[in-house]
């Protein structure tokens, strides 16, 4: 089992639609999550960071975590083609390092 | 241009040779990260430092691999004896004493 999973997608959605994208964590002792979005052949960017169960919105998107079942998600409201890209759900352990583990990424794509 | 910069954008060599990569962070993070990213996955943690000392470095760096970052600033990543399966983007990210890791455009390599 990989320590962060993501659907691979592609998951398409409408232009204006809700986009969902999830995420699945093994290690109970993450601490910090994090949303990237990765265009192709571009390095990732950062959206959004989540350190506590609820909910934390940031524009049209939304992060969600539920730490007792080990999952975030992030919604993408109004979606745009622009918005196409692969998101990218990593996870911070608690350690020296403070290095991030990554899930394989969900590609996105919005159609107009 | 404050971000993260990385050099050479992209390298092709023939498999044997040794390459290296420069990364240059944001000037107040003190903290730098090395990833490895291949297609259609997420990226892989390869090594940390924060000041001048490599803190971790991870299980998958082969013997072949050598970070250095002399003088707490700017960090090189040496592949030598290049295999074909060390074609990937190598990514460089910073930090400062907060949680978020900005990424470099990376490095793509070509092992032929």
């Known amino acids: 089992q990989k320590e962060v999973e993501q659907n691979s997608g592609p998951l398409s959605v409408p232009e204006g639609a809700i986009a969902s994208l999830n995420c699945t964590y093994s290690d109970r002792g993450s601490q910090s999550f994090f949303w990237y979005r990765q265009y192709s052949g571009k390095s990732p960017e950062l959206i959004m960071s989540?350190?506590?169960?609820g909910d934390k919105e940031d524009g049209r998107f939304t992060a969600q975590l539920n730490k007792a079942s080990q999952y975030v998600s992030l919604l993408i409201r109004d979606s745009q083609p622009s918005d196409s890209a692969t998101y990218l759900c990593?996870?911070?352990?608690?350690?020296?390092?403070?290095?991030?583990?990554f899930g394989g990424g969900t590609r996105l794509m919005v159609k107009p | 241009d404050t971000g993260v910069s990385q050099d050479p954008r992209h390298k092709i060599t023939k498999r044997g040779q040794n390459v290296t990569f420069r990364c240059d962070p944001i000037s107040e993070h003190n903290r730098l990260y090395w990833y490895r990213q291949t297609l259609g996955q997420g990226p892989e943690f390869l090594t940390y430092f924060q000041n001048e000392a490599q803190l971790e470095k991870s299980r998958l760096l082969s013997d072949r691999f050598s970070a250095e970052r002399p003088k707490g600033s700017f960090s090189t990543l040496e592949i030598q004896r290049t295999e074909q399966g060390d074609s990937a983007m190598y990514l460089c990210a910073s930090r400062p004493e907060g949680e978020t890791q900005y990424f470099g455009p990376g490095t793509r390599l070509l092992v032929l």
């Open positions: 989540i350190y506590s169960n």
């Open positions: 990593a996870v911070r352990k608690y350690n020296a390092g403070n290095m991030l583990t």
